[in-house]
């Protein structure tokens, strides 16, 4: 695993959580920074860039990874423009999935901070796992993910606020987690979604902020794999957006566009299943994470013996660590004591394009995907961010 020529590593480098310089959660503050929120950090260095623009919109287009750009171009000639001109890396975080981005980008704090760290995770002093893209008010979304939202600051800010995604998303448990303080407008589709981000843009004199999200390259990727046909289409269909809102900005204006991880195509061959290996059933008594993130609750005292199971079966495909050694790394940023019993006792990180199935006790769908994320190699961590303005 290493680097090719200059800074941009391989895809499958494995990075560590100072990689880089922009992050994610960094790209909410600096917008409000240039919008002119009191107390608004910019970490991107957008303001001096920006000046004069008083209405921004944010699109994450699922799945776009950084390293998916080239790949997309062929058929997304919008896209791949924008990609040779304004277009820099940014890190998404760790785990590499969709509900820990959404949430990084809304809040614009590390994973340990807001708490959604996984796209399944335990319930502290129960035996249930979360699915946070199937969350509705259980737990409560305010006390799960207690710091405020960009969105929420921006409007005590007197900045009009908007969040276009999917009709079903209005009002979940992910949704209030990542975005409350946001009107929400709901759009399925990129016509859709570039009507309702636009026309929300237009809406007002005065400063506003509009956060777009679009899931279809993700979802073709998952099923299909990155750079099948159908995933071509979903690139097409994506430009398509693209070039409808970069048509459609209003002078004053900026669309910034990033995404909250990339894919990998995970061979047959490189599938471990832990539902039908009993070396890697003994002694665990809940796995939540995913397939390339695994989180083992393990059974009073067998820590230890898990670890070790684990780490003799998978060998040099994954790394097997205890909780604190992860934490330390400092992946997640600081963690608090309520949120540790998020993460399991031990957590499984795969390497290359290596996953841990569980085929009998998650969605049926889950074992027979193509393409994964979650880990922390380059082509899952790293996103673009285009930075357009009207």
Known sequence: MTAVAGDVPAPLAILGPQHGGGRLADVLPSALAVLGVPGSA????????????RRIAVLLVDGLGWYQLPTAAP???????????????????FPSTTPT??????????????????????????????????????????QWQPVPTQLERARAAGVTTTVVS???????????????????????????????????LATGPGPTLVSG????????????????????????????LLARLVDGLPPDAALLVTADHGQLDIPAAHRF???????????????????????????????????????????????????????????????????????????????????????????PMASKLVAYHGSDTAAELTVPLLVVRG
């Open 273 to 363: 299943d832990l539902d039908t290996d009993p070396r890697l059933r003994a002694g665990v008594r809940l796995v939540a994470g995913e397939a390339r993130v695994r989180y083992l609750h393990t059974e009073p005292g067998a820590t230890e013996d898990v670890l070790a199971a684990w780490s003799a079966v998978l060998g040099a495909t994954a790394r097997v660590r205890t909780r604190d050694e992860v934490v330390a790394t400092g992946w997640f940023g600081p963690v608090p004591e309520e949120h540790l019993g998020r993460v399991g006792d031990v957590v499984v990180t795969c390497n290359d394009t290596y996953a841990v199935m569980a085929s009998r006790t998650e969605r």
């Open 101 to 142: 981005s959404l949430v990084s980008l809304g809040t614009g704090v590390a994973p340990g901070a807001h708490g959604v760290l996984g796209f399944t995770v335990r319930v502290p002093g129960t035996d249930r796992v979360l699915t946070h893209t199937d969350w509705a008010a259980d737990p409560s979304p305010l």
């Open 166 to 200: 999917r009709p079903e998303f209005g009002g979940s448990g992910l949704t209030v987690a990542a975005n409350r303080g946001g009107d929400f407008r709901g759009a399925a589709g990129g016509d859709a979604v570039a009507d309702a981000m636009l026309a929300a």
């Open 75 to 93: 058929y997304a000639p919008t896209l791949a423009g924008l990609a040779a001109t304004v277009a820099r890396p940014l890190i998404a975080g």
């Open 213 to 240: 999200y679009h899931a279809d390259l993700d979802r073709y990727g998952h099923v299909y794999g990155v750079d099948s046909e159908p995933w071509r289409v979903a690139a097409a269909e994506v430009d398509a």
């Open 42 to 53: 910019d970490p991107l260095g957008l303001v001096p860039a920006l000046a004069g623009v």
